[in-house]
């Protein structure tokens, strides 16, 4: 076998050119040049709405009425337009409604962009979704490399096994470069249709995809004529709810009591909004992993329809053209979001209003 360098001066300038990238993460973060408003601006918008993010959190600073932050499942499940204008009915005013969305769960992702918000604006109510069954990764988001460079956030990571903390390392390596070339270039994404589309709804994503690839088929379908009290978890309604009792990974457990204490310091009210999978279209209650004010010691009250409830009357072919995937589609996202916006109104009226 051949020796992996033919003189001692290219083994010195690979451990060189190694040293470099492994150290880019923390000279970065030393040079100050990596400005977290441009790196949410670099981020391709088939990874999530980070661009319109980006403005939110750093060009705007009026109140926000409020926040839908998660994951695809609910940026796809939720009408954020349509929530507004019942809250502005209610309030008599105009309301502000907007969702921060991205592909794939991450607690870490939604921590930082919570934390970053309410540096600068006022959230008077946060809606989120919590981890599904499936959803108990140990690792950090497989985007982080692009929107968390060396150096921001590093107070949140404390707590963490080294183990996660080289792991985040590790991603902040694999972005170094490209926030370098960032920096150089300064390629900043100029304006798209998506982005102008996620403007005019609020954040929301509102996908027209059939279910696994057929056709979309617009379908019309009334909401279940339900109370308000019957969608909020209480112990009149605990029959209606499912605790799974899985656990969380020691990654999630960490961000999410993050995120919950930044809430009770910041004074922000959090509900929790349960959005159904198509594999759960015929479950007769709704499925959460845990009751989550006992697991933080935080009052969050769980929102939610049973899927079978959502669903009934319909057929196997008219709830498939609710879905594109396991996520909801446009039909669904109309018929969901209908069905449990007057248990937001009233989570929203006893909680957000009390606090302010």
Request: charged content about 20%; aromatic content about 10%; proline content about 7%.
């Amino acid at each position: 076998m051949d020796p992996p360098f033919t003189s001692r001066w290219q083994a010195y300038g690979f451990a060189l050119t190694l040293a470099f990238f492994l150290l880019l993460p923390a000279g970065l973060s030393r040079s100050g040049l990596v400005r977290r408003q441009d790196v949410y601006q670099r981020i391709p918008e088939k990874f999530g709405a980070f661009s319109y993010i980006g403005h939110q959190i750093f060009d705007d600073s009026s109140d926000i009425d409020i926040l839908f932050l998660g994951s695809s499942v609910l940026w796809l499940g939720i009408d954020t337009p349509y929530v507004q204008y019942e809250l502005s009915r209610q309030l008599g005013r105009p309301a502000n409604v907007i969702t921060f969305g991205s592909n794939w769960r991450g607690e870490e992702l939604n921590y930082i962009l919570l934390s970053e918000v309410l540096q600068r604006r006022k959230v008077r109510m946060l809606v989120i979704t919590m981890p599904l069954s499936h959803q108990s990764t140990n690792l950090p988001h497989p985007q982080s490399f692009r929107w968390l460079p060396h150096g921001d956030n590093q107070a949140a990571l404390l707590g963490l096994p080294l183990r996660l903390r080289l792991a985040l390392y590790g991603e902040q390596v694999l972005g170094a470069p490209r926030h370098l070339v960032g920096i150089i270039r300064s390629d900043i994404q100029e304006k798209t249709d998506f982005n102008r589309m996620l403007v005019s709804l609020r954040g929301a994503y509102r996908v027209e995809a059939g279910y696994l690839g057929a056709p979309f088929v617009m379908q019309k379908t009334k909401p279940p004529e339900l109370s308000a009290r019957s969608m909020i978890y209480s112990p009149e309604t605990q029959r209606f709810f499912n605790f799974t009792q899985q656990p969380l990974s020691p990654y999630q457990m960490h961000f999410l009591r993050l995120t919950t204490e930044l809430t009770r310091n910041s004074g922000v009210p959090v509900a929790i909004l349960n959005i159904p999978l198509s594999r759960q279209r015929r479950n007769a209650a709704v499925e959460e992993r845990m009751h989550w004010s006992e697991v933080f010691g935080l009052e969050m009250p769980i929102i939610g329809v049973p899927p079978a409830t959502l669903f009934r009357g319909m057929t196997d072919l008219e709830i498939n053209r609710c879905f594109s995937d396991e996520h909801m589609n446009l039909n669904g996202s109309d018929l969901l979001t209908r069905t449990v916006t007057p248990a937001i109104l009233t989570v929203y009226e006893e909680h957000a209003r009390r606090s302010q």
